[in-house]
Nanobody, 120 residues
Framework: QVQLVESGGGLVQPGGSLRLSCAAS????????MSWYRQAPGNERELVAT????????NYADSVKGRFTISRDNAKNTVYLQMNSLKPEDAAVYYC?????????????WGQGTQVTVSS
């Protein structure tokens, strides 16, 4: 049974920080690229950050570069998103995603999401 369980969301003031975690189980974590997406009300889900399966490469949306950091601990089957200098426009439900392409088939799993609210 594949599970991705996000945690760490909450209410934070503008300029503050939060650290999201996503604990994975039920698949070989180290072989999947791990990403964080977010979706604000009325908006489409957007990619925030990705860490490759080997963990050696990360990519970020322009809107979060320099403020957010994605990291993964393959020993703990967990991916993190450190969010600093939060802005009101960062408020959204944040989702964890695991994805890999194997012999032409894409495997993709999602967590249930965690709410991030940025407000004074």
């Amino acid at each position: 049974q594949v599970q991705l369980v996000e945690s760490g969301g909450g209410l934070v003031q503008p300029g503050g920080s939060l650290r999201l975690s996503c604990a994975a189980s039920g698949f070989t974590f180290s072989t999947y690229a791990m990403s964080w997406y977010r979706q604000a009300p009325g908006n489409e889900r957007e990619l925030v950050a990705t860490a490759t399966s080997a963990g050696g490469s990360t990519n970020y949306a322009d809107s979060v570069k320099g403020r957010f950091t994605i990291s993964r601990d393959n020993a703990k089957n967990t991916v993190y998103l450190q969010m600093n200098s939060l802005k009101p426009e960062d408020a959204a439900v944040y989702y964890c995603n695991a994805e890999r392409l194997l012999f032409g088939t894409k495997y993709s799993y999602w967590g249930q999401g965690t709410q991030v609210t940025v407000s004074s």
